[in-house]
C-alpha cells in the first residue's frame, strides 16, 4: 500500500532563512510526487510536480528514490509562503493520490 | 471555465440524516476524487473514478457512496450522517493530459449534530 509520511506538523522560520519541508513516501512502484500549497482561506493549489522538475515560486523538489523521500526546498523564506503545504503520491497501478498529513509553514518576519 | 465546484458550501445535518454533496467539473477531466480534510490528518481519500462508471475505494470510504454517470459529474452520498463525519470535504479533478495535477474544489464545510 502506498504512504505519504511529513514528520513536522509545524515549521516556523524567519524572513530569508532556509527552508526544507519534508516528506518520504512508501510505494512499492514507481512514484510521482507532488507538492500542494493551501494559503489561507483558499483552496488547495498544485505547487509541483517531480515529474516535471519544475521551479515555481523560488521552491524546488528532488525525487530521492534510495531514500524515498521528496523534500520541498527553498533556499529564502519569504512572508508570503506562510501556508500549509501537502505532499501527494499517485500510484501508477491505480490512479489514486493519497495525500500526507500536511506541514504548517509559519515565516515569521 | 469554472474548473470544480462544489456544493453547498455550508451544511448543519443531524445525525442519522442523509444528503448529497454535488461535484462538477468542467475540464473533461477523466479523473475525480473525493477527501476529507481534518484538523492533524491531513487530506484522507474517501473515494475515486478514473472514468465515467468506474468507481472505487479510497482510505475511509465507510459510510459514504459515489457513483460517476457522466464525466462531468461526481457526487458524494452520506447515506445516515454522523457526528464522525463532521469535516471539510473537497473535490478534485485530474487528467493525464496534465501530468495528473489535480484542480480542487473550494470545498463544503459539513458539521453533523
Known amino acids: 500500500a502506498q504512504r505519504v509520511t511529513q514528520p513536522e506538523k509545524l515549521l516556523s522560520v524567519f524572513k530569508g532563512a532556509p527552508v526544507e519541508l519534508k516528506c518520504n513516501y512508501s510505494?512499492?512502484?514507481?512514484?510521482?510526487l507532488f507538492w500542494y500549497v493551501q494559503y489561507s482561506r483558499q483552496r488547495l493549489q498544485l505547487l509541483l510536480r517531480?515529474?516535471s522538475r519544475e521551479s515555481i515560486k523560488g521552491f524546488t523538489a528532488d525525487l530521492n528514490k534510495g531514500e524515498t523521500s521528496f523534500h520541498l526546498k527553498k533556499p529564502f523564506a519569504q512572508e508570503e509562503d506562510s501556508a500549509m503545504y501537502y505532499c501527494?503520491?499517485?500510484?501508477?497501478?491505480?490512479?489514486?493520490?493519497?495525500f500526507g498529513q500536511g506541514t504548517t509553514l509559519q515565516v515569521k518576519p | 471555465n469554472a474548473g470544480v465546484t462544489q456544493t453547498p458550501k455550508f451544511q448543519v445535518l443531524k445525525t442519522g440524516q442523509s444528503m448529497t454533496l454535488q461535484c462538477a467539473q468542467d475540464?473533461?477531466?477523466?479523473?475525480m476524487s473525493w477527501y476529507r480534510q481534518d484538523p492533524g490528518m491531513g487530506l484522507r481519500l474517501i473515494h475515486y473514478?478514473?472514468?465515467?462508471?468506474?468507481?472505487d475505494q479510497g482510505e475511509v470510504p465507510n459510510g459514504y457512496n459515489v457513483s460517476r454517470s457522466t464525466t462531468e459529474d461526481f457526487p458524494l452520498r452520506l447515506l445516515s450522517a454522523a457526528p464522525s463525519q463532521t469535516s471539510v470535504y473537497f473535490c478534485?479533478?485530474?487528467?493525464?493530459?496534465?501530468?495528473?495535477?489535480?484542480?480542487f474544489g473550494s470545498g463544503t464545510r459539513l458539521t453533523v449534530v
Open positions: 478534485a479533478s485530474g487528467t493525464a493530459r496534465w501530468n495528473y495535477g489535480y484542480t
Open positions: 510505494y512499492s512502484g514507481s512514484p510521482e
Open positions: 517531480h515529474i
Open positions: 501527494a503520491l499517485r500510484a501508477s497501478n491505480t490512479g489514486k493520490l493519497i
Open positions: 475540464m473533461n477531466h477523466e479523473y
Open positions: 473514478s478514473v472514468g465515467a462508471g468506474i468507481t
